[in-house]
């Protein structure tokens, strides 16, 4: 299939238009004391406004740090800004330090961590609530396990050609919603690649005291270990809805309508267990609402269809009245041997697997194959390093070496004809992982764990103090523009707390009434 793709692009000389548009990071990052405890003290205010300054926030925790570049042309600039918020951050968290690992560092149970909180406004109490009812639902100690996301889109100058090619009649509008949804499901059926290559959480502190986490063996007396797994972030203790099978929020992909007509209906039906909770209980909310999500955030899952949203808007609503803009991957283990959590190398990668699931297979996702796309996404993240593994494809079992090189050879097909140096470069420093695991992100930690006869905590909170030791300070220019951000996203917020009529009850009514 894959070589059809290429030779329609080769014949209407496309090629040179495939490229990514945008590409922007996410990254979170937990700030912790110098004993390798998660902080306990409140945000940084010079840090700015989490509510309302545009690339340092936080997610679900006080302490969990989000940094959020812009949409950039290429991926270079992309690190370079992350970089900047890194260099920002640093002198602004006193002797505090930014966890490098994607699971968590020393935790005192869960009243040690403290959900975020975004100030005295609807929309920050709304922000507040929603995390106290993922508490409520999921337990504290997931919602601190941290990762990279990465937001890509396709350039908007290849739309066009690529509808005249493919001979489609139908609104450009139409068809890059129906492009990108093509690009979505390939990405879910061969996107296992992404944490059997890159995932970094094969360990976790003892401290770490999550459902399924006592299944895990001992490494040493302070350290837990799935001796085969790649991501235990993207397992059955991580980032998953448990009860997804049992209450039926399994998203649609088939197209945007339907995507959005699965989560609009899970936002609005009620769930009982989440009832028996309470919404608001002696006038404190639990949670938004006793549904089966409570916004859309809520549904876990490892790349979404993304539109920019404006003012108090669903998401929802974005895609269904603007498209898709952007696509967010999120399956990336923050790469705790790289200061900024993602190597280059690492996003050339995504950038082609992105490309390259554009092209791929185009079919639909029925019940048995998303069943396998499930299998194959536990299997890797807790055995992807086992001798043998073999995964679901069509209804058989493959072996994982065997399938991956098959992407693989697609892959360099796809590089090859785009002329891309720095894709191939990627193909050749991962591919060797496919026949040595070894090779891969998860593998090295538990080798560098043992050779240096180090705790999980002491390992990571190792590389916390030499990327804060090795930072540079940012450039005075460069300074002063985070400080007048900072400043403003202060002065934003103040202005939302001061304009708020609603009494926070109706303001989410009417929020879920739109």
Request: charged share 25%; glycine share 6%.
């Amino acid at each position: 299939m894959i070589s059809q793709q290429l030779s329609l692009l080769a014949k209407g000389h496309a090629q040179s238009y495939l490229r990514v548009g945008q590409i922007g990071i996410e990254k979170e990052s937990l700030r912790t004391d110098p004993q390798a405890n998660i902080a306990q003290s409140d945000h940084p205010s010079e840090l700015g406004a989490t509510l309302t300054h545009p690339f340092i926030t936080t997610d679900y925790s006080e302490s969990l740090l989000e940094f959020v570049t812009p949409p950039l042309p290429d991926s270079g600039q992309a690190l370079a800004f992350l970089d900047d918020i890194h260099r920002f951050v640093y002198p602004r968290i006193g002797e505090e330090s930014l966890w490098p690992g994607s699971m968590p560092p020393r935790l005192a149970g869960e009243q040690s961590i403290r959900i975020a909180h975004y100030g005295s406004s609807n929309l920050g109490q709304m922000k507040e609530v929603y995390r106290r009812g993922l508490g409520y639902r999921y337990g504290k100690t997931m919602q601190v396990i941290a990762g990279i996301h990465v937001n890509l889109s396709i350039d908007e100058a290849f739309w066009p050609r690529w509808q005249a090619l493919k001979d489609d009649q139908s609104e450009l509008r139409d068809f890059i919603d129906q492009q990108y949804f093509i690009q979505i499901r390939n990405l879910q059926r061969v996107g296992w690649l992404i944490p059997y290559l890159f995932g970094a959480s094969p360990v976790v502190d003892e401290t770490f005291r999550h459902a399924g986490a006592g299944r895990l063996a001992e490494f040493d007396r302070h350290t837990r270990i799935a001796e085969d797994a790649t991501s235990l972030r993207l397992g059955d203790i991580g980032y998953t809805n448990h009860r997804e099978n049992e209450i039926g929020i399994k998203a649609c992909y088939t197209s945007l309508p339907e995507y959005v007509h699965c989560l609009a209906s899970a936002i609005s039906t009620p769930y009982q267990p989440y009832e028996e909770i309470g919404v608001c209980v002696d006038g404190v909310y639990r949670q938004l609402n006793a549904n089966i999500l409570q916004i859309e955030n809520e549904y876990y899952s490892n790349v979404r269809p993304k539109q920019i949203t404006q003012e108090n808007e669903k998401p929802t609503h974005a895609l269904l009245h603007r498209g898709v803009r952007y696509v967010e991957i999120r399956s990336l283990d923050l790469n705790p041997f790289s200061a900024r959590g993602v190597e280059q190398e690492q996003l050339d990668f995504i950038e082609l697997l992105f490309l390259y699931c554009l092209l791929a297979d185009d079919g639909s996702i029925d019940r048995r194959q998303r069943e396998e796309i499930d299998v194959n996404a536990y299997e890797v993240s807790h055995h992807g390093r086992r001798a043998g593994l073999e995964l679901r494809l069509d209804g058989e079992s493959v072996p994982l070496t065997q399938w991956g090189e098959s992407i693989f050879s697609e892959m360099r097909q796809l590089a090859e004809l785009l002329d891309k140096p720095n894709y191939i470069a990627a193909l050749d420093r991962y591919e060797p992982a496919l026949r040595d695991p070894d090779e891969t992100l998860s593998a090295r930690i538990l080798k560098e764990m043992r050779l240096k006869s180090s705790t999980y905590l002491e390992l990571i909170h190792g590389y916390a103090k030499t990327y804060q030791a090795a930072t540079q300070p940012l450039a005075s220019e460069r300074e002063a523009e985070f400080m007048c951000i900072a400043t403003e996203s202060l002065a934003k917020q103040k202005q939302i707390e001061a304009a708020d009529s609603l009494s926070f009850a109706d303001f989410l009514s009417e929020y879920f009434a739109r």
